[in-house]
């Protein structure tokens, strides 16, 4: 199965021709690629634009979308909307929109809303800190369980489930996160899905990394850690690192 390399480009970059400069960046470092799946998440104003870029390498992917089909909901993006621009892929469940109001429940929601429309949900789950007594691990596996409510186990194999741990994210992060500790939360995930459905379905599901990966980090994720793939946040937006970052995958 191919490894999968995500880009979240977040609220970057602030004009059109910033992103085209970053898409005709990504070209160079995108061909020949036939183990990899590049995934691009660039912000709402900018999905059109990305979508229009006739390369077979990268497939156009959503930070976020709303759970509801249409109406009155004013700023919100509905996923009709974004199948109709091309949209393959849909972050749910980032921490940064967390933070933002996304409980278990929207992200749930919005996950249901997604694989109802034939589109690939990107499920974050992630724990801001970490205690001696691992009741961090109490809080992914609500987290896991509350997201997958109502879910069948046919649906479950189109979920990408990415870890981020928040405390490793971000210049001001005490220490980055290391491969072993990814593969541990790897293993407790599936465990929890093999739970919920059965241990078949928890060895299909694709769990990737996400944390300040960077060109000096990713092999190790993949080599070390197991990762199916990795999301990718600063480092997506400048095609030479991002470029590195699929080099040291492929």
Not at 64 to 93: A, C, H
Not at 136 to 164: D, H, M, P, T
Request: aromatic share 8%.
């Amino acid at each position: 199965m191919n490894k999968i390399i995500v880009a979240n480009w977040k609220m970057n970059p602030q004009s059109k021709f910033e992103v085209e400069n970053i898409l005709k960046g990504l070209s160079i470092f995108t061909k020949n690629l036939n183990n990899i799946d590049i995934i691009v998440c660039p912000p709402s104003p900018f999905v059109f634009i990305a979508g229009k870029v006739k390369n077979k390498k990268i497939v156009l992917g959503s930070q976020n979308v709303f759970y509801e089909k249409e109406g009155s909901f004013t700023g919100e993006v509905s996923v009709s909307m974004l199948k109709n621009l091309g949209v393959e892929y849909i972050i749910i469940g980032h921490s940064e929109r967390r933070i933002l109001g996304d409980t278990n429940d929207i992200v749930n929601k919005k996950i249901l809303a997604v694989l109802k429309s034939k589109i690939n949900p990107i499920f974050c789950i992630g724990e801001s800190m970490r205690d001696m007594n691992g009741f961090y691990l109490s809080f992914i596996k609500e987290q896991i369980i509350e997201g997958l409510k109502g879910i069948l186990k046919s649906q479950v194999k189109n979920i990408i489930f990415a870890y981020e741990p928040i405390w490793a994210i971000g210049s001001n992060a005490e220490r980055g996160a290391v491969p072993q500790e990814f593969t541990e939360i790897r293993i407790y995930i599936k465990k929890i899905i093999s739970d919920l459905y059965d241990i078949k379905t928890a060895n299909i599901v694709r769990i990737i990394y996400g944390g300040s990966v960077n060109p000096l980090n990713a092999e190790s994720f993949i080599k070390e850690g197991g990762a199916d793939g990795l999301l990718v946040g600063r480092d997506s937006l400048n095609p030479k690192k991002f470029g590195a970052i699929i080099n040291l995958v492929k």
